[in-house]
């Protein structure tokens, strides 16, 4: 199946701070990719890229043929209207039900009935396990829940490409398996690409068919996750691991402590 989505030689950064360098990367449909490393990597730099939030200072992103970031504003509406978003921790509506949150996009960009609005919502809702809970707050819903609504939302319009920033952060291991599998079960039901941005190890793993392992700014290392599980490259070892010491810094880098503190010579 021929690439879907690409980042060439990507590169981004806040002034002289490097978050991505020359990152290069290939999506498919119908795939799960796992982006995984430390938190300030650029995992969810790179779903920004993607979405046209943020403007890569080199290379470019292309998304289905088009090159997200020469387009204008309505182009890129039009490209996001494609994408769908499942945020960290849900981002649902507070003030809304559950159906009122997922019939939101569809009717923000579509102009169909609200007869079919509303046998798309329960078809949504019932592909993640809550039509029952279609006229529930948000502030009735438990956090597995409240993912999986955001879930429904996140494919009201079948995107061919959905983008997950930590789905399964601050899950139990109920609710967190149960949205691993869902998010498995809906890209291979509607054959889109999936990018999963995760620091869950073991489900990430466990769905996906390719991860990209990002450190110091670089894809330090790829490959399917048994190539991953298998692999001796240090980066690997020490994330998968744990391990404190290791190529993977914990310490952001700065000059001396005693020079800052003005105990230097």
Not at 12 to 22: A, C, P, S, T
Not at 45 to 66: A, H, K, M, W, Y
Not at 212 to 231: E, H, N, W
């Amino acid at each position: 199946m021929p690439e879907f989505l690409s980042l060439d030689r990507v590169r981004f950064g806040y002034g002289k701070r490097i978050i991505l360098n020359d990152i290069s990367m290939r999506f498919e449909r119908g795939k799960v990719v796992a982006l995984i490393g430390g938190s300030g990597s650029g995992k969810t730099t790179i779903l920004r890229l993607i979405g046209g939030q943020l403007r890569p200072q080199q290379g470019s992103v292309v998304f289905d043929g088009e090159d997200v970031h020469r387009l204008d504003r309505d182009g890129l509406y039009r490209l996001r209207r494609r994408m769908g978003m499942l945020y960290q921790f849900g981002a649902l509506f507070t003030d809304l039900t559950a159906f009122e949150n997922v019939a939101f996009p569809l009717r923000e960009h579509t102009d169909l009935s609200e007869a079919m609005i509303r046998d798309l919502v329960l078809m949504k809702l019932e592909a993640v396990g809550l039509r029952g809970a279609a006229q529930f707050r948000t502030s009735e819903l438990s956090g597995g829940m409240a993912r999986r609504v955001a879930l429904a939302r996140a494919i009201a319009l079948d995107p061919p490409l959905i983008m997950y920033d930590e789905p399964f952060a601050g899950l139990d291991p109920v609710a967190l398996a149960t949205v691993a599998q869902l998010i498995r079960r809906l890209n291979d039901a509607l054959g889109c690409a999936s990018i999963v941005v995760s620091h869950d190890i073991k489900d990430a793993f466990a769905i996906a068919d390719h991860v990209f392992l990002l450190a110091g700014g670089r894809i330090a290392a790829q490959g399917s996750p048994d190539q991953m599980k298998t692999s001796d490259d240090p980066n690997v070892r020490q994330f998968l691991e744990g391990d404190i010491d290791g190529p993977i810094a914990f310490h952001f880098q700065a000059r001396p402590l005693a020079q800052d503190l003005g105990l230097g010579a």
